[in-house]
């Protein structure tokens, strides 16, 4: 069984819209993460998340909101998408933090 | 800031070989370094970790060395398999109060049979 969803696994959106991209980890850990995988850029960190509290943000534009629901919950709230967007997002979660990181498959997001 | 140079951008061998990839660090202190393997349509898969100097990581048959005078990490393999075919990332956990895994460019390895 799949220890962290990412759903939808592939999203296909117009430039302007908002999307919600969900993540879901059942490796009972405490630490959440987001990263970017685009052709221009390798894995980029964007987000981490500790016990449901943010603790770090390197992304620049506010237009990126990760949402946290429930402890093993991590969404990424989108908004204003624009084609420069279009990468795949990869949930991770580790046991604390600075722990080794496990990474969900991944949500491919392309913006026309 | 904190930073991973991974100098092979492509390795090809034939099964059986003996397989290096160079990974090497810019980062005050100990930072905490790591190997990751991605297959096609996946995401990176933790291959083992190692956090201080002269401390070997070791998984699948991979094993990689923390050498913190040559600021290095480089993954070796002695007998390649056509299974071994992926992407590899070396990276490291910031040092100074962040928590994001920053990762190298990655190199992509081919093993013909």
């Known amino acids: 069984d799949p220890k962290i969803i990412q759903k939808p696994k592939y999203l296909v959106a117009v430039t302007g819209s908002e999307k919600i991209l969900i993540c879901e980890q059942y490796l009972g850990h405490n630490a959440m993460y987001w990263y970017r995988q685009s052709a221009k850029k390798p894995l980029e960190f964007m987000f981490s998340?500790?016990?449901?509290?943010?603790?770090d943000n390197q992304t620049a534009s506010s237009r990126f909101q990760p949402q946290s629901s429930k402890k093993n919950h991590l969404d990424l709230q989108i908004t204003a998408l624009k084609p420069d967007d279009s990468a795949t997002y990869f949930c991770?979660?580790?046991?604390?933090?600075?722990?080794?990181?496990?990474f969900g498959p991944g949500t491919r997001l392309t913006v026309l | 800031g904190d930073s991973v140079t991974q100098t092979e951008g492509q390795v090809a061998l034939s099964e059986e070989d003996f397989l290096t990839i160079h990974c090497n660090y810019s980062?005050?202190?100990?930072?905490?370094l790591f190997w990751y393997v991605q297959y096609p349509g996946e995401g990176p898969q933790f291959l083992f970790r190692a956090s201080r100097d002269k401390e070997k990581g070791s998984s699948r048959g991979f094993e990689a060395t923390y050498n913190k005078e040559t600021t290095s990490f480089h993954l070796q393999k002695a007998s390649v398999q056509e299974s071994d075919s992926a992407v590899y990332y070396c990276?490291?956990?910031?040092?100074?109060?962040?928590?994001?895994?920053?990762f190298g460019t990655g190199t992509t390895v081919s093993v013909s049979p």
């Open positions: 990276a490291l956990g910031e040092n100074q109060g962040g928590r994001a895994l920053i």
């Open positions: 980062a005050s202190g100990y930072p905490a």
């Open positions: 991770a979660s580790s046991q604390y933090n600075y722990a080794e990181q496990f």
């Open positions: 998340y500790s016990y449901q509290k943010l603790m």
